[in-house]
């Protein structure tokens, strides 16, 4: 059952998805030659694009432009995009709930109604019980002519996912997009301002889906200036300082969000640190914070901005693994400010 959100860009063709050139140039390849794979593994991190992706292919083989109501509405396409465990109910008969909506299985043994092919979709397929995951390598085993299934999913070795259902599908490992590609693609799909693409951009990691919510935040200029001033600020601070800072966050961010935001904000002000140190200034994403970003990678050298930056990411990884956060910015901020020298530079030192 779908639980897209309403409002979001619906890609619908090839051409509509941002980044994954590579993919895209495989899978054109394959509509051009009638040699589509009857499933598609599309793996990458969370929000990068792999349920856009597999839309996309659904809406070329579907031809869904023509179709009144768009792709969504199209009898042809089977989408399971919902939220909790899947269970066996939605992909075969034998446990079949009507409340659920029609299985998997009853999809595929029906003739395609609009055209010469059938897509499944099922978005987020770790969320399978392993009963259901076998269920569907079975269905994977004999798949049903001119249908074409595509499982996305951020945790492809997860239990519950057998090793023999990713083995039965062409795999298509999406990676981040370019911040460059996401600026124009966010500002044509929201209407936002350039500036407002720009830093979305900057600080959503290259996934699209996390730069389309950022964009929506009309404080996001005012939390990014508060995130990484807040860091400059412990330059030329001692540890107390540091630990205050790692305890406001931590108490202000018991959801994460927050916590997540500063660290991402810090991710993409080092990034800024390491390219103007290394001499690339092209490659910055982060103009609000320029200056202090040239400031920093001049004082740091390219080993020290990159030595900060890895801590940054280090942050992002282990916060996403339920790590306790104050643990974690305590270790970052005291081995940012106070690890080996040189040390950052004070507000307003040359």
Not at 102 to 109: A, E, M, R, Y
Not at 139 to 168: A, K, Q, Y
Not at 312 to 326: C, F, G, I, M, Q
Request: net charge negative; aromatic share 4%; hydrophobic share 40%.
């Amino acid at each position: 059952m779908a639980k897209l959100t309403a409002g979001k860009p619906l890609a619908s063709e090839l051409s509509q998805v941002v980044g994954h050139s590579q993919q895209i140039g495989r899978l054109r390849r394959q509509l051009r030659d009638a040699a589509v794979a009857h499933a598609y593994w599309i793996s990458g991190p969370t929000r990068v694009g792999k349920t856009s992706l597999a839309l996309a292919l659904a809406g070329e083989l579907l031809d869904a432009s023509r179709w009144p109501g768009g792709l969504l509405a199209h009898p042809d396409l089977w989408l399971e995009d919902g939220e909790g465990t899947l269970g066996i109910g939605r992909i075969c008969d034998r446990d079949f709930h009507e409340a659920e909506g029609p299985t998997l299985q009853h999809f595929l043994s029906l003739s395609a109604f609009a055209g010469r092919s059938k897509v499944a979709v099922i978005a987020n397929a770790d969320r399978m019980s392993l009963e259901a995951a076998n269920t569907l390598l079975r269905l994977l085993e004999e798949p049903p002519s001119n249908s074409v299934i595509c499982l996305t999913t951020s945790r492809p070795d997860t239990e519950s996912l057998p090793p023999t259902l990713r083995s039965r599908c062409q795999d298509l490992t999406l990676g981040h997009v370019d911040a460059r590609l996401l600026v124009p693609w966010v500002a044509e799909s929201t209407g936002c301002s350039p500036a407002a693409a720009e830093l979305a951009a900057a600080l959503c990691q290259g996934r699209p889906g996390l730069a389309l919510e950022m964009v929506e935040d009309p404080d996001l200029e005012e939390r990014s200036r508060a995130a990484v001033g807040g860091l400059l600020a412990c330059s030329g601070a001692g540890p107390g300082r540091w630990l205050e800072l790692s305890r406001e966050l931590a108490e202000r961010g018991r959801d994460r969000n927050q916590v997540m935001f500063a660290a991402r904000s810090w991710v993409a002000f080092l990034r800024d640190c390491c390219c103007l140190s290394a001499g690339a200034p092209e490659l910055t994403t982060l103009p609000l914070w320029g200056t202090e970003a040239a400031s920093w990678g001049s004082a740091l050298g390219l080993k020290g901005c990159l030595e900060r930056y890895d801590l940054a990411l280090d942050v992002l990884s282990r916060l996403a693994e339920k790590a306790t956060a104050r643990l974690v910015l305590d270790r970052f901020l005291l081995l940012t400010f106070g690890g080996a020298a040189p040390n950052p530079p004070a507000l307003g030192s040359e």
